[in-house]
């Protein structure tokens, strides 16, 4: 689960008149499921395999975190220290990719003797190329750097952004003006006046948050500006009672740590 950005910080960000949100990369299904860091329940997250098993689970995003090493390259990892995940120590800003690829990433499963690496970021935009779109949750990265990598690869279209601080929001808009972008709201915006507030100052393309935050009426506003709504549900008890909560509430999209399970469930519901 991700941290909200607070509102105070997003303020900083400025105002255009005549704003259009910029439109997220399309799907053939009408309601996205985005999985989160993969499927990391099978595969060690943010691996290409927990990429490929989304891939393979027909789901419309895969989530991927993004950081820069000690020598400027990018690759995918949640937290910005490998102790978690990997088999070495460290800060991967402090580290080479030479040095991180001779890591070995943990699976949670004992008995899996497969070994795992750190993937760069031009290995996940060769393996997701027209097979996926990317949620590029923005770490630690230059916006101008990684923006040359995708059109390298020829996936603008492909890509959304989330924003994790003001210095993102306003490099990503100078670097790639058409870039979707996707923001957070506040728990604190929990009506449909105080949301109306959030997006006029704050411009985003695409809105996260928690599911539970949003009611009908906030989808519907952000509907009317052609706002994307696709919330976080992911939980240790995530299942059919929230997935239905939130197709109730009118969203149609949301980040899952159960790909398949989520993908199956919409298709017993016409939805995919």
């Avoid at 985003?204 to 009317?224: F, K, R």
Wanted: hydrophobic residues 35%; contains cysteine.
């Amino acid at each position: 689960m991700r941290i909200f950005l607070a509102l105070p910080i997003l303020a900083m960000l400025s105002v255009t008149d005549g704003w259009q949100p910029n439109a997220a990369p399309k799907s053939k299904h009408k309601f996205i499921v985005a999985s989160h860091r993969g499927d990391h329940i099978i595969y060690p997250e943010n691996t290409l395999a927990a990429y490929q098993e989304a891939i393979k689970n027909e789901a419309d995003y895969v989530e991927i975190d993004l950081r820069t090493t000690k020598d400027g390259e990018l690759v995918s990892m949640h937290d910005g220290l490998v102790n978690r995940m990997t088999n070495g120590k460290g800060n991967i800003k402090d580290q080479t990719l030479a040095e991180l690829e001779q890591l070995i990433i943990r699976s949670r499963d004992t008995t899996d003797k497969t070994v795992y690496r750190i993937p760069t970021f031009k290995q996940i935009l060769a393996a997701c190329k027209n097979k996926i779109n990317i949620y590029l949750d923005f770490k630690a990265a230059d916006p101008e750097q990684a923006y040359q990598m995708i059109k390298q690869y020829g996936m603008e279209k492909q890509v959304l952004v989330y924003i994790n601080s003001p210095d993102q929001f306003t490099g990503w808009r100078k670097a790639a003006p058409q870039m979707p972008l996707m923001l957070s709201m506040p728990d604190s915006v929990k009506n449909t006046t105080a949301m109306t507030r959030f997006i006029e100052q704050h411009h985003p393309d695409i809105l996260d948050g928690s599911y539970s935050q949003y009611t009908n009426e906030m989808v519907t506003l952000a509907a009317q500006y052609h706002i994307p709504v696709w919330p976080d549900i992911q939980s240790a008890g995530e299942g059919p009672n929230d997935w239905n909560k939130a197709q109730d509430k009118g969203l149609r999209g949301l980040q899952t740590d159960h790909p398949a399970a989520l993908v199956k469930f919409l298709k017993e519901k016409g939805l995919r």
